[in-house]
């Protein structure tokens, strides 16, 4: 998931760039080319080496968090952050004006959000949300996936050696009968 969040990010980026939109319409989702020094919201703009850094270690925390998580739910939201994290700070290192000082090509603009943002920023928020989800599920439900197999079947095994110890059927006497 996280190499096809990366390379989306960066296709979509580069065709955006390769064809210069200007100003669209005033629709509901339009297309506006922002080159964003800072983080997400422009934070920590014209501090380009703190947002690498930062950069940097969040994705070695999510990374760690990937290779540590037993959830396939919270595996796929971790990888998609992954993912977003690693196509921005492919721009941060790569694009103009130079190594660690390069502006992340922000493109999609919606009407009611306040910020223009791209794909590697929509797997990042939804990645995340849905990690939270998923491990906050996890400890709602009580254990991973493969925890709660292993407890269904115990109470399946539970159940058949309970109906095995029990009689076929009732010995009931009939009255008239000795």
């Known amino acids: 998931m996280a190499v096809v969040v990366l390379a989306g990010d960066?296709?979509?980026k580069s065709l955006v760039l390769a064809a210069r939109p200007g100003p669209s319409g005033g629709g509901v989702v339009s297309v506006r080319l922002v080159?964003?020094?800072?983080a997400s919201f422009g934070l920590g703009a014209g501090h380009p080496i703190v947002v690498v850094l930062v950069a940097?270690?969040?994705i070695a925390i999510v990374a760690v968090l990937l290779a540590r998580t037993r959830?396939?739910?919270?595996?796929?939201?971790?990888?998609?952050v992954l993912g977003g994290a690693l196509g921005n700070l492919a721009d941060r290192l790569f694009r103009a004006p130079g190594l660690g000082r390069g502006a992340v090509v922000d493109w999609i603009h919606?009407?009611?959000?306040?910020?223009?943002?791209?794909?590697?920023?929509?797997?990042?928020?939804?990645?995340?949300?849905?990690?939270v989800i998923a491990m906050l599920d996890i400890r709602v439900?009580?254990?991973?996936?493969?925890?709660?197999?292993?407890?269904?079947?115990?109470r399946g095994?539970?159940?058949?050696?309970?109906?095995?110890?029990?009689?076929?059927?009732?010995?009931?006497?009939?009255?008239?009968?000795?």
């Open 110 to 131: 919606v009407a009611v959000y306040p910020a223009t943002f791209n794909i590697a920023d929509l797997a990042i928020r939804v990645g995340a949300v849905g990690a």
């Open 10 to 12: 960066q296709v979509s």
């Open 71 to 80: 959830s396939r739910a919270a595996a796929l939201c971790l990888a998609a």
């Open 56 to 58: 940097v270690a969040i």
């Open 141 to 154: 439900r009580g254990g991973s996936w493969r925890a709660r197999r292993a407890r269904r079947a115990r």
């Open 35 to 38: 080159r964003n020094t800072g």
């Open 157 to 178: 095994r539970r159940a058949r050696r309970a109906r095995a110890a029990a009689p076929l059927h009732d010995e009931v006497d009939e009255p008239g009968r000795s």
